[in-house]
Protein backbone atom coordinates (compact mmCIF):
# COMPACT_ATOMS: atom_id res chain seq x y z
CA UNK A 1 0.00 0.00 0.00
CA UNK A 2 1.13 3.54 -0.74
CA UNK A 3 1.31 6.46 1.68
CA UNK A 4 0.04 9.50 0.37
CA UNK A 5 3.04 11.41 1.81
CA UNK A 6 5.34 9.01 0.69
CA UNK A 7 7.22 11.36 -1.92
CA UNK A 8 7.41 14.38 0.98
CA UNK A 9 10.59 13.81 3.63
CA UNK A 10 9.56 14.77 6.96
CA UNK A 11 12.82 14.78 8.18
CA UNK A 12 14.27 17.58 10.77
CA UNK A 13 17.00 19.42 9.19
CA UNK A 14 18.61 22.12 11.66
CA UNK A 15 22.47 21.73 9.94
CA UNK A 16 23.55 24.92 7.50
CA UNK A 17 25.81 22.97 5.55
CA UNK A 18 26.36 19.57 3.91
CA UNK A 19 29.83 18.32 2.43
CA UNK A 20 29.80 19.73 -1.17
CA UNK A 21 27.90 23.60 -0.23
CA UNK A 22 30.12 24.03 3.09
CA UNK A 23 33.49 25.87 1.51
CA UNK A 24 31.25 28.45 -0.79
CA UNK A 25 28.60 28.81 1.55
CA UNK A 26 31.16 29.49 4.64
CA UNK A 27 33.45 31.66 2.42
CA UNK A 28 29.94 33.69 1.62
CA UNK A 29 29.11 34.04 5.48
CA UNK A 30 32.39 35.05 6.65
CA UNK A 31 32.95 37.86 3.93
CA UNK A 32 29.34 39.20 4.50
CA UNK A 33 31.59 40.57 7.88
CA UNK A 34 32.31 43.67 7.02
CA UNK A 35 35.88 43.52 9.02
CA UNK A 36 36.60 40.23 6.83
CA UNK A 37 35.75 41.84 3.58
CA UNK A 38 37.64 45.33 4.53
CA UNK A 39 40.83 43.26 5.42
CA UNK A 40 40.30 41.03 1.89
CA UNK A 41 40.28 44.73 -0.04
CA UNK A 42 43.61 45.98 2.12
CA UNK A 43 45.10 42.75 0.54
CA UNK A 44 44.30 43.00 -2.71
CA UNK A 45 45.61 46.72 -2.68
CA UNK A 46 48.86 45.42 -0.94
CA UNK A 47 49.57 43.50 -4.16
CA UNK A 48 49.72 46.67 -6.15
CA UNK A 49 53.67 47.78 -5.22
CA UNK A 50 53.03 50.99 -6.78
CA UNK A 51 50.54 52.00 -3.86
CA UNK A 52 51.84 49.53 -0.93
CA UNK A 53 54.33 49.94 1.71
CA UNK A 54 55.47 46.71 2.08
CA UNK A 55 56.61 46.12 -1.86
CA UNK A 56 53.49 44.15 -3.39
CA UNK A 57 53.37 41.82 -0.42
CA UNK A 58 49.70 41.20 0.95
CA UNK A 59 51.42 41.32 4.59
CA UNK A 60 48.20 41.08 6.07
CA UNK A 61 46.83 38.13 3.96
CA UNK A 62 48.37 35.39 6.96
CA UNK A 63 46.58 36.86 9.57
CA UNK A 64 43.05 36.92 7.52
CA UNK A 65 43.77 33.43 6.57
CA UNK A 66 44.55 32.20 10.06
CA UNK A 67 40.95 33.93 11.23
CA UNK A 68 39.12 32.23 7.95
CA UNK A 69 40.13 29.05 9.30
CA UNK A 70 39.25 28.91 12.54
CA UNK A 71 36.00 30.40 11.87
CA UNK A 72 35.75 27.78 9.24
CA UNK A 73 36.84 24.72 11.91
CA UNK A 74 34.55 26.22 14.25
CA UNK A 75 31.53 26.07 12.14
CA UNK A 76 32.40 22.50 10.84
CA UNK A 77 32.31 21.35 14.37
CA UNK A 78 28.76 22.99 15.00
CA UNK A 79 27.30 21.88 11.96
CA UNK A 80 28.47 18.20 12.60
CA UNK A 81 27.25 18.30 16.23
CA UNK A 82 23.67 19.66 14.31
CA UNK A 83 23.72 16.64 11.76
CA UNK A 84 23.89 14.45 14.78
CA UNK A 85 22.02 15.76 16.47
CA UNK A 86 19.49 15.37 13.37
CA UNK A 87 19.57 11.93 12.72
CA UNK A 88 19.16 10.95 16.74
CA UNK A 89 15.49 13.29 16.28
CA UNK A 90 14.57 11.33 13.01
CA UNK A 91 15.51 8.35 14.22
CA UNK A 92 13.15 8.20 17.57
CA UNK A 93 10.19 6.38 17.55
CA UNK A 94 6.51 7.39 16.60
CA UNK A 95 3.49 5.67 16.47
CA UNK A 96 1.93 5.61 12.78
CA UNK A 97 -1.79 4.07 12.56
CA UNK A 98 -1.55 1.66 9.32
CA UNK A 99 -4.42 -0.81 8.30
CA UNK A 100 -5.87 -0.29 11.41
CA UNK A 101 -3.71 -0.23 14.30
CA UNK A 102 -0.39 1.83 15.31
CA UNK A 103 2.61 0.85 14.32
CA UNK A 104 6.12 2.19 15.62
CA UNK A 105 8.19 4.07 12.59
CA UNK A 106 11.57 6.63 12.71
CA UNK A 107 10.05 10.40 13.10
CA UNK A 108 12.02 11.03 9.79
CA UNK A 109 9.53 8.67 8.07
CA UNK A 110 6.56 9.96 9.02
CA UNK A 111 4.90 11.69 6.49
CA UNK A 112 2.16 14.43 5.04
CA UNK A 113 -1.13 12.98 6.59
CA UNK A 114 -0.09 10.11 8.27
CA UNK A 115 -2.23 9.52 11.83
CA UNK A 116 -0.08 9.66 14.67
CA UNK A 117 -1.09 8.75 18.43
CA UNK A 118 1.08 11.80 20.87
CA UNK A 119 1.58 10.35 24.45
CA UNK A 120 1.44 12.56 27.35
CA UNK A 121 4.68 14.52 28.07
CA UNK A 122 5.95 13.28 24.54
CA UNK A 123 7.67 15.61 22.21
CA UNK A 124 6.39 16.48 18.71
CA UNK A 125 6.75 17.39 16.09
CA UNK A 126 5.72 21.45 14.95
CA UNK A 127 3.58 20.03 11.85
CA UNK A 128 0.85 18.21 13.93
CA UNK A 129 -2.81 19.21 13.21
CA UNK A 130 -4.59 18.06 16.54
CA UNK A 131 -7.42 15.61 15.72
CA UNK A 132 -8.32 14.16 19.00
CA UNK A 133 -7.69 14.91 22.53
CA UNK A 134 -8.51 12.59 25.78
CA UNK A 135 -10.11 15.54 27.23
CA UNK A 136 -13.67 15.06 26.46
CA UNK A 137 -14.20 18.71 25.62
CA UNK A 138 -11.49 18.43 23.05
CA UNK A 139 -8.66 20.47 24.33
CA UNK A 140 -4.92 19.68 25.16
CA UNK A 141 -2.16 22.13 26.47
CA UNK A 142 1.10 22.16 24.39
CA UNK A 143 4.25 23.52 25.29
CA UNK A 144 6.54 25.38 22.60
CA UNK A 145 9.41 25.76 24.44
CA UNK A 146 12.00 24.40 21.50
CA UNK A 147 9.72 26.51 18.98
CA UNK A 148 9.26 30.06 19.98
CA UNK A 149 11.54 30.01 23.56
CA UNK A 150 8.22 30.79 25.64
CA UNK A 151 7.98 28.27 28.52
CA UNK A 152 3.75 28.30 29.34
CA UNK A 153 1.68 26.36 27.87
CA UNK A 154 -0.66 26.83 25.31
CA UNK A 155 -4.64 25.96 24.83
CA UNK A 156 -5.58 23.85 21.58
CA UNK A 157 -8.80 22.11 21.15
CA UNK A 158 -9.54 19.27 18.51
CA UNK A 159 -12.58 19.66 16.42
CA UNK A 160 -15.45 18.85 16.81
Not at 19 to 31: E, H, I, K, R, S
Not at 80 to 90: F, L, P
Request: proline share 5%; aromatic share 10%; hydrophobic share 40%.
Amino acid sequence: MARAGAFCGNGLITSKYTWWNFLPMNLFQQFKKIANTYFLVICVLQCFESISISGGKPTNLMPLIIVIVVVASKDAYEDCKRHKADEQANAKPGEVFVDGKFVSRPWGEIGVSDVIRISKNQPIPADVVLLQACDESGFCYVETKSLDGETNLKLKQAPK
